[in-house]
């Protein structure tokens, strides 16, 4: 469980790609200041997924992607030099400022416009159609695993504003058009809409 609130941005350091049948690779992040609070086995946010460290040298921590989050996520595109968002998972005590992001993807939006006004700057995301129905102007939403509010909705766009400090200390300062960013709904409009579409089915079987 997390929260969307960026501790730090890692840079990837290594990118294999796994031999034999189906699709795996393995990624080394560079998770600076917060290596001193995983360890391995540890779960991390990056880029709003939730990866298992399965090795830690230093602050060189190691993941292993298996074929189902390379088709689902981004971080497939990963490659040598880049900047991720990092976040560690809750701990009892620790403070919620976001919301709450389980670091399940549920698909990848593109950029389609990014704009400057006064002090922010408003980006608008194309994300699959089937991702519409969960999402709600004030609500909230991951992109890249960073805690959004929802601004405005068109067909199947969304717009959210970026304050100077998320733009400083997060990889969205550094998104231009045409760039993919990771998303995840509300887990809450998840649940809800799970619920009236088993709802609906009852009430139509009686």
Do not use: W
């Not at 294999?16 to 049948?21: A, D, I, K, V």
């Not at 602050?59 to 971080?75: C, D, K, P, Q, Y």
């Not at 009892?92 to 389980?102: A, C």
């Amino acid at each position: 469980m997390f929260t969307g609130i960026i501790k730090c941005m890692g840079i990837v350091e290594d990118v294999r790609m796994s031999e034999g049948e189906g699709s795996a690779m393995t990624i080394t992040v560079d998770i600076k200041e917060i290596a001193a609070r995983v360890g391995v086995g540890d779960s991390i946010a990056v880029n709003g997924v939730c990866l298992t460290v399965v090795a830690l040298e230093g602050s060189r921590a190691r993941f292993n992607l298996v074929g189902e989050t390379i088709a689902r996520t981004n971080l497939g595109m990963l490659k040598r030099g880049d900047s991720v968002n990092l976040e560690p998972s809750l701990r009892v005590g620790d403070s919620i400022d976001g919301h709450f992001v389980l670091g399940h993807v549920d698909g990848i939006g593109r950029i389609v416009e990014r704009r400057e006004e006064r002090d922010q700057v408003i980006m608008s995301i194309e994300v699959p159609n089937s991702l519409m129905r969960y999402i709600a102007v004030k609500g909230s939403i991951a992109v890249d695993g960073v805690s959004l509010t929802v601004t405005s909705i068109k067909d199947n766009r969304f717009s959210v504003a970026l304050i100077p400090h998320t733009l400083q200390v997060t990889t969205l300062g550094r998104k231009r058009e045409g760039d993919t960013v990771n998303i995840e709904v509300d887990m809450i409009a998840r649940y809800l809409a799970n619920l009236l579409e088993h709802t609906n089915i009852l009430v139509d079987t009686k």
